[in-house]
């Protein structure tokens, strides 16, 4: 309970997503029993699908969300370059 209660003091304090991840980071590392390590990402949509000409390409058959993942921090895990 007082991990979930500093998540929620952390998280509402954050002004800005870029902020938001190392709060997140911040309350999960003071509770090492329950997170010994943490991995977090966040996920976003790609805003166009471009050929590789840079135009628009389409597909009435199918249509393909495709995401980006960032890496947003780590607790208890070393990341190489």
């Known amino acids: 309970m ?3 209660l500093k ?11 870029a902020t938001f991840w190392p709060k997140i980071l911040s309350a999960l590392s003071e ?4 997170f010994p390590f943490a ?7 790609d ?5 590789k000409d840079g135009t628009m390409s389409q597909s009435s058959s199918s249509s393909q969300t495709f995401k980006s993942c ?12």
Not at 7 to 17: R, Y
Not at 31 to 34: G, S
Not at 47 to 51: A, F, I, L, P, W
């Open 7 to 17: 998540l929620a003091q952390e998280t509402a304090m954050a002004q800005s997503v």
């Open 39 to 45: 991995i977090l990402y966040s996920v976003a949509e």
């Open 47 to 51: 805003e166009e699908d471009t050929s």
């Open 70 to 81: 960032a890496l947003e921090g780590t607790i208890g895990v070393r990341v190489f370059p």
């Open 2 to 4: 007082k991990t979930l």
């Open 31 to 34: 509770n090492e029993v329950d």
